[in-house]
């Protein structure tokens, strides 16, 4: 049976994740900092207490499954706050960049021995990583750092590749999450199964692709 590990898997997308992969028959491994009442109720394996900004937590992940195998590694955990040119906040802009996009490229190398040909690896991005596609300014922590997450995401695309090992970098739509405040036009579990379609169609030929939810390739 394939293995699937979700980051930040407690709650939101990742939640939804866990629960559609599991009908499918996969195991889920669902990684987050802290348990919730409604992961636990699916019944798949929690490893809880990772926090993907520190390597000695990551590191001890990596060794709980030394041995095992991943056919899919989705890296979903990630921060939202907003900043105006008028009130920056320096730390909160730290604090994204080391979640949103340091923490999936720690959580892919800390992992990387767990993967193999075959495997996939799926980036939680956002349209608003897009530098051609900005065209209101504003959320600068989110923005950056999600574009830099798009950019790791192509040069492991790239680095991979020769493992065949193939990389997703993948909008999910304005989702309905306590990320969001609960706004958005889409419900978590309908962004999650559009994903999994994504990443159904992801291979060596289209590795690397910035994909909106919906299958239309997103301006970097």
Request: proline share 2%; hydrophobic share 45%.
């Amino acid at each position: 049976m394939a293995t699937a590990l979700v980051t930040g898997a407690n709650r939101g997308i990742g939640l939804s994740f866990a629960k559609l992969l599991k009908a499918r028959g996969v195991t889920v491994i669902a990684a987050c900092r802290r348990e919730t009442p409604e992961l636990a109720a699916l019944g798949v394996e929690v490893a809880a207490g990772v926090d993907v900004t520190s390597d000695k937590s990551l590191n001890l992940l990596a060794e709980k499954l030394k041995g095992r195998t991943l056919a899919l590694l989705i890296n979903n955990a990630g921060l939202l706050a907003s900043e105006s040119l008028a009130a920056l906040d320096f730390g909160s802009i730290q604090r994204q960049m080391e979640v949103n996009a340091y923490g999936p490229l720690r959580v892919t190398h800390k992992l990387s021995s767990l993967l193999e040909s075959g495997s996939k690896v799926a980036l939680i991005t956002s349209r608003m990583g897009s530098i051609g596609d900005n065209t209101s300014g504003g959320m600068y922590g989110y923005r950056m750092s999600k574009a830099a997450l798009n950019a790791a995401g192509k040069s492991l695309a790239h680095d991979l590749r020769g493992l065949g090992i193939a990389v997703a970098i993948l909008h999910p739509g304005y989702v309905k999450t306590q990320m969001t405040g609960n706004h958005g036009n889409v419900a978590p579990d309908d962004a999650a199964r559009a994903l999994l379609t994504r990443i159904d169609q992801l291979d060596l030929q289209n590795t690397g692709t910035f994909w909106h939810a919906d299958g239309s390739v997103l301006p970097w």
